[in-house]
């Protein structure tokens, strides 16, 4: 019930920020891109791969979302709206840029570092592994990223995304399997 | 156990570690820095809209006319449905009768049981074989009109 309440409470606060950025409150456009930069930076990266090109895209999809603010209807949820445009967004962005694909850098992330623990085959297999998944077309890496990690329903993530659950299973399928070799390459 | 195979496919733990490990971390002031950076280049068209006169949004209109259109809408099927009722068939007999659905009409409930039973056993409740023929009936539409539980042969 406590749950419940605290959800319609955060709808009706959400509401309230977006009839005042409709307004042009900066303040009200501020705690909105505060409530989902994180989330937003997460799929972004996912889409993009390349960290800077996913900031660029999060602040892209935040831009457009203001200037179509007035189409959005305030009792809706924000979240399935603002994801639905990021997504588009990044897919459009590769297809006009036809991404030149890089090898991440990955130099600051500690998790990803080979520990002392790792040989040089878990290095290895982190190398194809990433590789794979730069490999993957954006779109599937996204869906794989969200049912695997975010644990969502194949029926959940095509609602987010706008697409048919059939499409969502299509890329589910032919993305684990590319993935699965990466991993399985070194075993044998 | 098999699965049902429109249920999703069963999560790979191997690969969802993989794809945790391969996920850079995000930070608090990274996120702080893409917020303050998106502000920034919003605030030209935030004050844009602040000095822009607004026309009402699309979704307020269909939120003020579906409280008319819907009540209207449904009085309008509803007394569509009983025209449709009440509207004179010809019977063949040369008069016209007005056909009037009762739902309490005892008559009407059992010739539905009686053709129910027909249709199931292809006799009447007398046992009298051939009653089917009553359902199938000619090709001038009579038999539409005729008792199924009766035979005129």
Redesign the interface.
């Known amino acids: 019930m406590d749950e419940r309440q605290d959800a319609e409470q955060e709808r009706a606060h959400e509401r309230e920020l977006v009839l005042r950025v409709q307004g042009g409150e900066t303040e009200a456009f501020d705690l909105l891109v505060r409530g989902y930069v994180r989330r937003a930076r997460s799929v972004a990266r996912r889409l993009m791969h390349d960290p800077d090109d996913a900031d660029d895209l999060v602040q892209d999809a935040f831009l457009r979302a203001l200037e179509r603010i007035d189409s959005f209807d305030p009792d809706r949820a924000f979240g399935p709206w603002f994801f639905r445009l990021l997504v588009n967004a990044g897919l459009d962005t590769h297809r006009k840029r036809k991404v030149r694909r890089t090898e991440a850098e990955r130099d600051d992330v500690a998790s990803t570092r080979p520990t002392p623990l790792e040989d040089a085959e878990h290095a290895e297999i982190r190398r194809r592994f990433d590789a794979a998944l730069a490999e993957l077309p954006p779109r599937q890496r996204l869906i794989v990223w969200q049912y695997e990690v975010d644990g969502l329903s194949t029926e959940e993530i095509a609602e987010s995304l706008g697409v048919s659950k059939v499409t969502v299973r299509w890329h589910l399928h032919h993305g684990r399997h590319a993935l699965r070799e990466a991993l399985a390459d070194l075993h044998h | 156990m098999t699965r049902h195979p429109f249920e999703?496919?069963a999560?790979?733990p191997?690969?969802?570690e993989?794809?945790?490990?391969?996920?850079?971390?995000?930070s608090p002031e990274?996120?702080d820095a893409?917020?303050a950076?998106?502000?920034w280049?919003?605030?030209g068209?935030?004050?844009?809209?602040?000095?822009a006169p607004?026309g009402r949004?699309?979704?307020s209109w269909m939120a003020d006319w579906s409280r008319v259109a819907l009540p209207m809408g449904l009085a309008a099927s509803v007394a569509a449905g009983a025209l449709v009722l009440r509207t004179p068939v010809d019977d063949g007999s040369g008069a016209e009768a007005g056909v009037e659905l009762s739902l309490g009409d005892a008559g009407a409930g059992a010739d539905t049981v009686a053709m129910s039973y027909v249709l199931l056993t292809g006799t009447t409740a007398d046992g009298e074989i051939g009653a089917a023929d009553h359902v199938l009936g000619t090709g001038d539409g009579a038999w539409l009109l005729n008792d199924p539980t009766t035979t005129s042969r």
């Open positions: 999703d496919p999560r790979d191997r690969l969802g993989a794809l945790r490990r391969s996920e850079t971390p995000l990274g996120d893409v917020r950076r998106i502000v280049e919003a605030r068209r935030l004050a844009a809209r602040r000095t607004r949004p699309w979704w």
